[in-house]
T-cell receptor, first 114, second 112 residues
Framework: AQSVTQPDIHITVSEGASLELRCNYS??????LFWYVQSPGQGLQLLLK??????LVQGIKGFEAEFKRSQSSFNLRKPSVHWSDAAEYFC????????????FGTGTQLKVEL | DGGITQSPKYLFRKEGQNVTLSCEQN?????MYWYRQDPGQGLRLIYY???????QKGDIAEGYSVSREKKESFPLTVTSAQKNPTAFYLC???????????FGQGTRLTVV
């Protein structure tokens, strides 16, 4: 069965510092991978997605992620964090075929210090 | 504007009562999903549906029921059999297997 692990429950960074959020997945074939962001009490917004091709994908709000098959990872990065980036971030893996399931990690809460 | 609408935003229920959460989408998506979100546990899949009149159990379906009579609607009923229903519920829809899911704004259910 597919699964996603986000090992960091909470991360605190200073505004202007770089950010990397970790995501590891378990999936038998080439995965479809996503990063979503959630503000308190709101739904989820897609930051970026990977289906195939270039392993470095660019998303909205200056985020990027790199797919590394050998490490089963899809880490999210941002060179310079803004205070408005404080939110919860979820990594997800999609299932191929008839299942159409999306499995999410447990999330990483990002706090930005001014 | 196209999107997913969940209603109500807040819902209070007495113990022993069934309650239905609404989810409507006008994106013409085939697949729809219900997730439950609890602090520290991420999103857990309750039910999902790929086409009208068909749905599958997710990882935590016990105590919940759904229907998919129309493509645009996927209501979730939280029954009295659900032992701990207080949570934030998110509905999502998806076009084909290789696209992202779009989410509603959620319904916060509280059992009083």
């Amino acid at each position: 069965a597919q699964s996603v692990t986000q090992p960091d429950i909470h991360i605190t960074v200073s505004e202007g510092a770089s950010l990397e959020l970790r995501c590891n997945y378990s999936y038998g074939a080439t995965p479809y991978l996503f990063w979503y962001v959630q503000s308190p009490g709101q739904g989820l917004q897609l930051l970026l997605k990977y289906f195939s091709g270039d392993t470095l994908v660019q998303g909205i709000k200056g985020f990027e992620a790199e797919f590394k098959r050998s490490q089963s990872s899809f880490n999210l990065r941002k060179p310079s964090v803004h205070w408005s980036d404080a939110a919860e971030y979820f990594c997800a893996v999609g299932e191929l075929g008839g299942g159409n399931k999306l499995t999410f990690g447990t999330g990483t809460q990002l706090k930005v210090e001014l | 504007d196209g999107g997913i609408t969940q209603s109500p935003k807040y819902l209070f229920r007495k113990e022993g009562q069934n309650v239905t959460l609404s989810c409507e989408q006008n994106l013409n998506h085939d697949a729809m999903y219900w997730y439950r979100q609890d602090p520290g546990q991420g999103l857990r899949l309750i039910y999902y549906s790929q086409i009208v009149n068909d749905f599958q159990k997710g990882d935590i379906a016990e105590g919940y029921s759904v229907s998919r009579e129309k493509k645009e609607s996927f209501p979730l009923t939280v029954t009295s059999a659900q032992k701990n229903p207080t949570a934030f519920y998110l509905c999502a829809s998806r076009d084909r297997v290789n696209t992202e899911a779009f989410f509603g704004q959620g319904t916060r259910l509280t059992v009083v």
